[in-house]
């Protein structure tokens, strides 16, 4: 056989300042490289615990169910679908954007009708119209809608919504990839049942978790199930006996993965929520103010924007392809382009957890001032 001659491998830094994945912290780094233990050693089971119980705190929830689930953060929605429908089932998911659409794409797999409220890109969908969906589907077992919605940099508002769901039957689920660590995900104050996540945003964790809480109510509806969860890699009936006190095997936990999420955890308390959040915040706005002196105007309803994910209109006859290929080949920098019907219109200016950083919007901004001459 023909010997290989591969390099070793040495990636050029970026300064990752897109949709996702975000700049990782040293610490988790170090916390990635730490050597293995077996998945039931008790070490790590105290490990887990202690994830959870921060991930608890992150959700602000009290939640017993919430644990990361292996996988990406499309895993958790995966997950939060499979779990809690069965075929002939009706769902209602607010559609906004491309996230919201592959909420829909996930339902119409597991055999259910699905009843969509639609709202123009860019903009949230009004809680009456969500609630009216409902009063007009008795039935319905879901009510789905994305917190942040990643395409757009829009932040749906939730309360509403989930306070009326809340002394209902119907469950309300809701996407939490790109806000959670970024702004306030209340999930029992909201009356969220189920909420997933991912790591590589917000919590500056590399890709390959996604954390998930489930409320009492949503446990009800998976142990009465009349049909087994179609996927069994993702059958919390199964993982959560992994996860809770009898530790009953059910796939190998991605070790390396949750030592990092942990470390990630850690720093968020370090720096604390509130000042997290205001963190996120305050840079988004001098961001803003930056990118409109360069011709650039927001995209995202006014009082409804995302602070870590800011998508902007590009300045006239600046042409999106070129300009973000040439901030990541000269300058290390890489920026969002859009998805779907807003592709070559906007770009997705990301300021999450590590990378939100005022040199990085300093550096990003000089970068465009050569690239652009102004």
């Known amino acids: ?49 202690e994830t959870c119980e921060m991930l ?24 939060s679908f499979v779990n809690f429908i069965e075929p002939g089932d009706t769902v209602i998911i607010g559609v906004k954007g491309v996230f919201g659409e ?27 119209k969500m609630i009216q969906a409902v009063t007009q589907n008795p039935g319905a077992k879901l009510c789905a809608i994305v917190h942040a919605e990643t395409s757009t940099g829009a932040q749906q508002p939730l309360s509403e919504i989930g306070n009326f769901c809340r002394g209902r039957e119907i469950l309300f689920l809701v996407d939490t990839v790109t806000s959670l660590a970024g702004v306030e995900v209340k999930v029992d104050e909201w009356g969220i049942d189920i909420c997933y996540s991912g790591t590589q945003k917000c919590l500056s964790v590399p890709p390959g978790l996604a954390p998930m809480t489930v409320s009492p109510k949503g446990m009800e509806v998976l142990r009465s199930r009349k ?22 095997y059910h796939h190998t936990a991605p070790i390396s993965m949750l030592y990092g999420l942990r470390e990630g955890l850690r720093i968020i308390f370090e720096e604390g929520l509130e000042a997290r959040f205001r963190r996120h915040h305050i840079l988004a706005e001098r961001l803003r103010m930056e990118l409109e002196t360069l011709g650039f105007r927001a995209f995202a309803q006014e009082g409804y924007r995302l602070p870590m994910l800011n998508s902007v209109h590009l300045p006239q006859g600046v042409e999106d392809a070129s300009v973000r290929k040439r901030l990541l080949s000269d300058y290390n920098i890489e920026v969002g382009g859009g998805l779907g019907q807003v592709k070559g219109k906007i770009w997705r200016v990301g300021l999450m957890g590590e990378a ?17 001459k102004k």
């Open 356 to 372: 939100c950083r005022i040199q990085n919007i300093e550096y990003l901004v000089a970068a465009l001032r050569e690239i652009l």
């Open 102 to 128: 592959r909420m829909v794409d996930v339902a119409d797999r597991c055999g259910v009708k699905v009843v969509r409220v639609d709202q123009e890109w860019g903009r949230v969908i009004d809680p009456g």
């Open 227 to 248: 049909s087994k969860v179609r996927s069994w890699y993702l059958d919390l009936s199964m993982i959560e006996r992994y996860w809770g006190e009898e530790r009953f």
């Open 56 to 79: 608890r705190n992150l959700f602000q929830t009290k939640n017993r169910l919430t644990i990361p689930i292996s996988g990406t953060g499309s895993s958790g929605m995966e997950a």
């Open 1 to 49: 056989m023909e010997r290989l001659n591969i390099g070793e491998l040495n990636p050029s830094p970026r300064i990752l300042m897109g949709p996702g994945p975000s700049n990782v912290n040293y610490r988790v780094l170090r916390a990635l490289s730490t050597p293995l233990v077996g998945h039931l050693d008790p070490q790590f089971l105290t490990l887990m615990d």
